[in-house]
């Protein structure tokens, strides 16, 4: 079972940056596609970002330009940087294998919450 912690979140201004990350634990990290997600109350949880095992990487059309995903496998750890940051980016943020596996098995993290103020 791999284990997800992810850490970095906070109360930014509109425009601001800030740096998420996730250790991983449990897990052959250099073999899984990861991924950051993101949800806000009442709606799904989107993907929003993938770095592959070649390091290449994928971004919604959202994030794009403003986000940046990187891996270090020597740490098991997953980054996302956010640069100008808005309102709409509010959301809980999490990390998980891509595609994500069954929650049944490998339950989600407990995210951690990014505020943007206007």
């Known amino acids: 079972q791999v284990q997800l912690v992810e850490s970095g979140g906070g109360l930014v201004q509109d425009g601001g940056s800030l740096r998420l990350a996730c250790t991983t634990s449990g897990g052959t990290f250099r073999l899984y596609a990861m991924g950051w997600y993101r949800q806000v109350p009442g709606k799904q949880r989107d993907s929003i970002a993938r770095?592959?095992?070649?390091?290449?990487?994928w971004y919604a059309d959202s994030v794009q330009g403003r986000f940046s995903i990187s891996r270090d496998n020597a740490k098991n750890t997953v980054y996302l940087q956010m640069n100008s940051l808005k309102p709409d980016d509010t959301a809980v943020y999490y990390c998980n294998l891509f595609p994500p596996p069954d929650p049944r098995f490998h339950p989600w993290g407990q995210g951690t919450q990014v505020t943007v103020s206007s």
């Open positions: 770095v592959y095992t070649d390091a290449s990487t």
